[in-house]
Each structure stands twice: as C-alpha cells, then as structure tokens.
C-alpha cells in the first residue's frame, strides 16, 4: 500500500507540465543520439549537463534519464537499416535486423524492436518500483570470482553467436581479447602492447572499434557492390509486425525482458552482455535454430528487449547505493551530485518525491518514446530509398564525428578508419565481427576479475568453485559447452552444423 | 546557453575588433583554451568549469574547456607542451599523473622542464573505509591485525598506480605493515567491493560518503591536511602520526616559455576564482579542498613531490627501466 502511495506521489511530480517537457525533450534528444551512430548517449548527456543546472534537480535527472534509455530504443533503428550499431548494445540486433531489412521486411524488425523495448522498460519499471531495495544486495554479493565465472559464461555464449565455422569464430574472438589486452595493465599498472605511444595508455575505445568493423566494413563493402538496389526495393509490405511475428516473438520478449533486468543490475557493460546472451539463448531454444543469421525476428526480439530491461534495471545500484554499473549511470551519478543529492541507501527516505517522480518519468518517457518510434517507423524505411552515393558519404560523416565527439581525440578517428578496412576484409574471408566485438569487451573484465579474485583468495583456484553463484555459472557454462555432445542434443547441433557447410 | 553563447561570441568578436584596432594591446585579447584532461561531467571537469567561469569574469575574456580526455589525464598536457603556443591562450589542467607517469615509462614530456606552472588550485579528499560489520572500529585495529597476520589484509583501489594506491603503500610502509591491494576501477567498484565485503577496505576519493552517511561503511581516516567537516570525528593521516597529506592536488599550466606577466595575470584570475562563492560550493559538493599555491611554490612542488613519488613507485617496482 505505501508503495501505491509513493507511485502516486512520483507521478504527481512526473506529471508537472515542466517535467512533462524535459522528459519529452530527453527522450527525443535520447532517439536521436541512439539513431545517429558513434554519437552516443555518453557524449549526449555530458554535454547537456551543464544546462539541466538551471532547473530543479527533477527535471534535470529525468531529462538525462531520458537521454539513456530514449537512446536504446533509437540504436536498433540503424542497425537494422543499414548494419551499423547506434551504440554497443545494439551490434547483435544487426545480425538478424539487417537481415529482415533485405528482405523487405524492415517495418515488423523496427516495430518489434520499438514494442519489444516498450514491453521489457515497462516491466523493468514495475519491478524498479516493487523490488529495487531488495535486490541492491545482489549486486554487492558479486564479487571478482563471481563476475570471472559470469564472464566466463558470457564467452561461452560465443558459441551461439556465430554463424559460419566455429574456428573462425574462437580466431577472432583471440583477436578480440589480444585488442582488449592492449593499454595499461589493469593490475600492476605496466603498459601493455602500447609501443610507447601516449594514445594506447588507455586502450583502443570501443566505440572506433564498433563503428569501423560495422559502420565503415559496411559501406566499403557496399560500394564495391554494383550499385542495384533489388534487395533493399523490394516491397515493403507492411509496416507493423503481423499475427506471426507476435507469436514468435511473445517468447523471446519475455525472456529477454527478465534476462536483461538481472544482468542490467550487475556492474559492466550489462546492457551489452544481456544482448548478446538474449540472442545466444534465443538461437539455443529455437526449434529452428538455422534461420537466425537469415532475417529471425526472434533475434531482434529477444536480444532489443533485453537491452532495455538493463537500461531499467541499471538504476538499482545508482539509487540504492549509489554505485554506477556502467559509464552512462556514473555520468548520471555525476548529475545528482550537481544538482545537490547524493544516491545512496538514504536517498530513498531523504527524497522520496525525486526517487519516486524520477522512476514515475520513466514510465511516462517509454510511453512517450512508443508514440514517438512507431510513427516514425514509416520515415525511417523511407530512409533506404536514399541513393547510396547519398546515403554512404552520410554514414560516414556521422560516424567520423559521433566517433570525434566520444572523446575529442583524432586518434580515435584513425583507430575507426583502421578497423574500418580491418573488417573489410575480415567480411571478404568470411569472417564475423561479432565474437572479436564480444570477447573485446569481456576479455579485459575477464583477466581483471580473474587475477583480482586469485589476489583475493591468495592463489587459491578454488575459490570460483566454493562461492555459490559462481560455481552456478560455471556450472552452466559447462552445460552450454558439453551439451551439445549429448544424444538429445545432437540433433540440433547437425541443423547448426547444415548451416555451417552452406 | 544559447544566450551565453551568444554572448561568447559577442565577446571574441569585440575581442577581437580590439586587438586589431589597438594593435600591442594588454592581454588577454581573444578567448583562452582550457584542456581538462578529463571527460566532461566528472567531479574535476565540473570543478574546473566552475573556477574557469570565475576567473573569465575577472580576466574579462570567455575560458573555453576542451576535454582532451586519455592517458590517465595526461594526453592533455602532453598535446598542449608539444603543440601549443606560450602566448597564455591555452592553458591546461595538470593532474598528478602529469608527474607520476614518466617515472613509470618512456614519456614525450619532461614535467621539470616542459611547462610554465601558473598557480596551484585544490585536491580530493580521500579516505580508508571498511563495511560496517567488520571488525575494525580505528585505524589501529587494522595496523595490529596486520601486523601479526603480514599481506592478509586487502584493500580496495580505484586502480593500480593511481593516488590511492601510492598513498596505501606509503602509509603501510611508515606504520611498518604489509597490505594486499586489489586494484578495481573507479569508485563505483571500490564501494561494492568493501560493502560485499569482498576487500577489507576501500582506499577511494568520497564516492563512499553516502555509504558513511547511511551507516553501511565506516570511515576510519581522511587524508586531507585539516580534518573534513562533513565527518568531523574522523582523523587525519596527521593525527595517526603519519606526517603526511595525500590529495592527488592539481593546479594549471601553460607551455614552457611564458611571459611572467601573462602567467602572473592568470594566477591573479585564478587566485580570486577560489574565493568566489560559488567555485567554493561546487568544490564542497565533491569533499575538494582549495590548496592554493602561487607560482613559485608550485614548482617547488613540482620537484618535491617527484622525489617523494619516485621512492615509493621504485619500491612497488613500477620505476621505468632505463
């Protein structure tokens, strides 16, 4: 009954006209920066900090609020359109987006991934306002051995993601761990694979790496294509997902909606781990696993609502504990404390109308975004009737800029452009830049947590064994890798298999 | 914004209508660049604009940031010594590291020799915290128990190398104990390793004040030269007997060459932005201390705290092979 109370004290304060419009403004501003790729909500909202100041503390955190999760609804948009990820956690959304998108079915790929994300950041939502003390203790009974173990699983996921041989695919992820290796060493602070250069002391950024294996591969690849445009004009029927979709996708919403909200509490990249094990999960429960890679609307489903779920739950930790999982929580960190309020275990009882007003804006900013994307949706396949030779010098001006402006740096901008050749040839050879992408980002956490764990336990390798949670996802990830050798396994493995030798 | 935008721009082009008509006229004449070696929106960004905005009402010119984030903040630095003028129009941030880290490698800077030090500004305020359940009430409850159990006790870094890491191994090192480290990164980690109980302590800038304030973690000392108002009962490193002050301070510089007139002007701005109300507050909503040091002083600084760097990064064996 008191939470009842306090939702409605939260939606009084969200409801205010002025809160209404910065809401509004931080999710269009959000839609934007997600679909524009490189330009990423990280560079959004550190540069409109500075103007939330003039307002109350509400509006400022529900505008930047907005901001972040606005921009996960808008990453899928480009991913599917023209195979280039708006930001990190949209890059498993390509592979069966873009897909769709050829096959003249862009519109039922954007809708699911705009409903999808409805769905799965509303009940992130609920369960926010329901459990959100409760499951702060989660996250802080993660400790190095426990995340080693849960990275260790996410890699095994790999397994999943791949689409041709399996070989291939553990090369570029070794590719990926060896980039991720590269900087100063997490542990001991020796600089690593740096050849002395200033602008390797931090490691190469994700963001270049994204865009040039995804964005810059995809146009260099494009152009060298005899510019026909048979598959992209192929009509578009409808626009919005049919009974069919629905009833493929019902499954995987679900699914990734409670994933997503779990691992988005966990501190690191969850949004991003939760696409990719969405995507993994799905392909492992279909009963016909060989269509994902080809244009599967579960693949889109499952891994997009996914995304947003962790967006929702990622501000578990900030509110309750004041503890930031990921760099867009820390930036909004930073703008309570701007504005005067310390998240923490207090803020809750101190300031229940900006907790609670801040968690009612997000309600009303998903309902918001989904009035404003479906609309949209129309525009946004319009867009691929755009000439290529308009198109493509586009895509590349945005991703020069959205890369110049995550971090001021030119450096940056030549780390793309080498990436961008680098998957050029990887897509020539057949190689997939997914796992290299995957194990870029894991593979650092993983080293880090493990030596942290072994510093922790004294050189103790049992130690990921006797801690309960993460003798769990050890135990999965040996499910996950033996499985398939089972009898009753088998027989998907083969249909995997068929697809290999195609 | 757009109106104080505006304004900027007013101001460079009256600015610079000046400059053309009068020809030698008094600096500053156009905007100056400020690097902040840091991505915009954290506690040292925010700080620096709030100073930055002070002293350009003073200088009479607009103070333009430029994050130049990288390097541990010192690709900053390091770009304005390679490529800047010393005509006083682009300033940077010097953030420790500036110092510490040709100790550590093979650098492109020379901290003694490669810039024109203006004047010295604030620091951070640390602290050691452990989860309210341990069982470490004082600071001397963790020194007895390390010393009869050498290495068992851990703490929890916001990375290897960095101030808090030095500042921990100076500290055992005059209390005569050994410590574990466990390098995180960021505060964010720190905070959910010593409230998960993961590490014994937490060695962190005040991320951890709203866990103190709720009463989740104890604070067992800060490192700050006076005692912090916000915790009032908490010691200083001074009054452990640890004759020290660790804050991982940092003032601004220009390129190596510039006039003492214009270096004198900018510390004069600068001086005056700490005692402005309004930088004073933002400072105290991130625990930052204003520790101001003129020109001169600052560069005693410079060497001093180089001598006391080197010694503690040869014994961790981070020193560079030369």
């Not at chain 1, 691992?263 to 696409?275: N, T």
């Not at chain 1, 509110?319 to 504005?339: E, K, R, Y």
């Not at chain 2, 007895?144 to 050498?150: E, F, H, I, R």
């Amino acid at each position: 009954m008191e939470t009842l109370l306090n939702v409605g004290q939260g939606f009084g304060v969200a409801l205010m006209p002025v809160n209404l419009l910065y809401c509004f403004i931080g999710v269009f501003i959000g839609t934007l920066v997600g679909v524009l790729p490189g330009i990423g909500p990280i560079s959004a909202m550190s540069l409109l900090l500075p103007i939330t100041l003039s307002g109350t503390p509400e509006s400022g955190i529900i505008m930047m609020a907005g901001i972040y999760y606005g921009s996960m609804y808008g990453g899928s948009t480009t991913s599917i359109l023209v195979n280039i990820p708006g930001e990190a956690a949209s890059v498993v959304t390509c592979i069966d987006g873009h897909q769709m998108a050829k096959q003249g079915r862009a519109g039922p790929a954007l809708g699911i991934s705009a409903l999808g994300s409805f769905i799965a950041g509303t009940f992130a939502l609920i369960a926010l306002m329901l459990v959100a003390p409760g499951l702060a203790s989660v996250a802080i009974a993660f400790g190095p051995a426990e995340y080693f173990s849960l990275m260790v699983l996410g890699l095994v996921v790999l397994t999943f993601l791949t689409q041709g041989s399996m070989a291939k695919a553990l090369l570029m992820a070794c590719i990926g761990i060896v980039l991720g290796l590269i900087g100063l060493d997490s542990i001991t602070a020796m600089p690593r694979l740096t050849f002395g250069r200033l602008e390797l002391i931090d490691g190469i950024g994700l963001v270049p790496v994204v865009m040039g294996l995804f964005g810059v591969a995809e146009v260099l690849i494009n152009t060298e294509k005899l510019i026909k445009r048979d598959v992209i004009n192929a009509k578009i029927t409808h626009l919005l997902p049919n009974k069919a979709d629905w009833k493929a996708s019902a499954g995987p919403i679900g699914r990734g909606t409670i994933l997503g909200f779990f691992l988005g509490i966990l501190p690191g990249g969850g949004s991003v781990i939760s696409s990719f094990a969405s995507y993994a999960l799905e392909k492992r429960l279909s009963k016909t696993p060989e269509r994902f890679g080809n244009g599967a609307i579960e693949g889109v489903a499952g891994p997009e609502s996914a995304n947003n779920a962790a967006a929702g739950g990622a501000f578990i930790p900030l509110m309750t504990l004041g503890i930031p999982p990921n760099v867009v929580m820390a930036l909004l960190l930073g703008a309570f404390i701007v504005h005067g309020v310390q998240p923490g275990p207090l803020m809750i009882t101190q300031n229940p109308g900006l907790f609670w007003g801040i968690v009612a804006s997000m309600y009303i900013g998903n309902v918001m975004l989904l009035v404003l994307n479906l609309p949209l949706i129309g525009m946004w396949v319009q867009l691929l009737k755009l000439p290529y030779n308009i198109l493509f010098p586009l895509i590349i001006l945005f991703t020069i800029i959205g890369v110049y402006c995550s971090s001021n740096n030119v450096f940056d901008v030549y780390v793309m452009i080498a990436f961008g050749v680098i998957g050029y040839f990887m897509r020539k050879i057949g190689y997939e830049p997914a796992p290299l992408v995957l194990a870029f980002v894991l593979g650092p956490m993983m080293e880090n947590n493990l030596r942290k764990s072994l510093i922790l336990s004294q050189g103790d390798l049992w130690t990921f064994v006797e801690r309960p949670i993460s003798a769990v996802c050890l135990a999965i990830a040996v499910v996950l890798l033996v499985g398939p050798l089972l009898p009753s396994f088998r027989k998907k493995r083969e249909l995997v298999a068929l697809e290999e030798g195609a | 914004m757009f109106q104080r935008n505006r304004l900027m721009i007013a101001f460079a082009a009256v600015g610079m209508l000046m400059s053309a008509g009068a020809g030698a006229q008094e600096y500053p004449t156009k905007p100056i660049t400020l690097i902040v070696p840091w991505p915009a929106g954290g506690s040292t960004d925010i700080s620096m604009r709030a100073m930055a905005e002070s002293a350009s009402k003073i200088l009479g010119q607009p103070i333009t940031i430029d994050n130049k984030a990288g390097g541990g903040g010192t690709v900053g630095p390091a770009t304005m010594a390679a490529t800047a003028k010393p005509d006083g129009y682009t300033i940077a941030q010097i953030p420790i590291t500036v110092f510490r880290l040709p100790l550590m490698q093979e650098t492109p800077w020379d901290p003694a020799k490669d810039f024109s030090y203006i004047v010295h500004l604030t620091g951070y305020t640390f602290g050691v915290t452990t989860s309210a359940e341990s069982q470490f009430k004082t600071w001397k409850d963790v020194v007895d128990y390390a010393k009869t159990n050498p290495g068992k006790v851990t703490y929890a870094t916001p990375g290897a190398g960095t101030s808090l890491h030095i500042g921990m191994e100076q500290i055992s090192a005059l209390a005569g104990i050994k410590l574990t480290q466990v390098p995180f990164k960021g505060g964010a980690e720190t905070n959910a390793a010593v409230l998960g109980q993961h590490t014994m302590l937490q060695a962190d800038s005040t991320g951890w004040r709203p866990l103190v304030d709720a009463g989740k973690l104890r604070l067992l000392m800060v490192w700050t030269s006076a005692r912090s108002p916000n915790f009032p009962d908490v010691p200083t490193l001074k009054e452990l007997g640890y004759p020290m002050v660790y804050d991982s301070p940092f003032g601004i510089a220009g390129p190596k060459g510039m006039d003492p007139k214009i270096i004198a002007k900018l510390h004069d701005a600068f001086k005056k932005a700490l005692d402005d109300p309004a930088v004073i507050a933002t400072l105290a909503k991130f625990d930052m201390v204003p520790n101001y040091k003129n020109t001169e002083d600052y560069k005693k600084f410079v060497t001093e705290v180089t001598n006391s760097e080197l010694k503690v990064i040869e014994s961790l064996g981070l020193k560079k092979k030369n």
